[in-house]
Antibody, heavy 121, light 108 residues
């Protein structure tokens, strides 16, 4: 069974760049049937899609975050990453990586456990 | 952008109750809709995809219906483990996505 695992700093200073990696195990990130995505959830709030990437490197971003987000993929390491620049306290959230399965009409069928990122000086 | 709304925002129910949650899209999305269950401190879990298809391993008391702009998630007989928050998500604009704001199901 494919598993996803987020990793990265749990504390980021305001104005700096948040960087996270999602490692994919027991399956290839290079399958044509999937996109790979980042979703976040501020404390006590709902889910917000941040962006998605295809194994070819094509990227798609939430318009509200597009100016600050970069998602990239490393197929040799079977992982993809998120960078969010110029962070503020409003970016404090649990960050999830997830698999988008085209065969189930674009649903996120596998999720990482999530990692809490706090923006604070 | 496609916007998603859900109603109600919260519902109090008892074990054995039938619970229905509604999700509405700001424009037609055919059947490109998924439903998720999230429990506190856990990642969301896929329940329904393509508006009405049950994800493998999900109990049959969960069902989804709808097409176009209006969708429903029904729990036919609420179980103790079903108390959670439920989200809809549109994938019509794949690979761009939007989630609904969520519906919390708690104990009456």
């Amino acid at each position: 069974q494919v598993q996803l695992q987020e990793s990265g700093p749990g504390l980021v200073k305001p104005s700096e760049t948040l960087s996270l990696i999602c490692s994919v195990s027991s399956g290839s990130i290079s399958s044509s049937s999937y996109y790979w995505g980042w979703i976040r959830q501020p404390p006590g709030k709902g889910l917000e899609w941040i962006g998605s990437i295809y194994y070819s490197g094509s990227t798609y971003y939430n318009p509200s975050l597009k100016s600050r987000v970069t998602i990239s993929v490393d197929t040799s390491q079977n992982q993809f990453s998120l960078k969010l620049s110029s962070v503020t306290a409003a970016d404090t959230a649990v960050y999830y990586c997830a698999r988008v399965n085209i065969m189930v009409r674009g649903a996120f069928d596998i999720w990482g456990q999530g990692t809490m990122v706090t923006v604070s000086s | 952008d496609i916007r998603m709304t859900q109603s109600p925002s919260s519902v109090s129910a008892s074990v054995g109750d039938r619970v229905t949650i509604t999700c509405r899209a700001s424009q037609g999305i055919s059947s490109w809709l998924a439903w998720y269950q999230q429990k506190p401190g856990k990642a969301p879990k896929l329940l329904i995809y393509a508006a009405s298809s049950l994800q493998s391993g999900v109990p049959s008391r969960f069902s989804g219906s709808g097409s176009g702009t209006d969708f429903t998630l029904t729990i036919s007989s609420l179980q103790p483990e079903d108390f959670a928050t439920y989200y809809c998500q549109q994938a019509h604009s794949l690979p761009l996505f939007t989630f609904g704001p969520g519906t919390k199901v708690d104990i009456k």
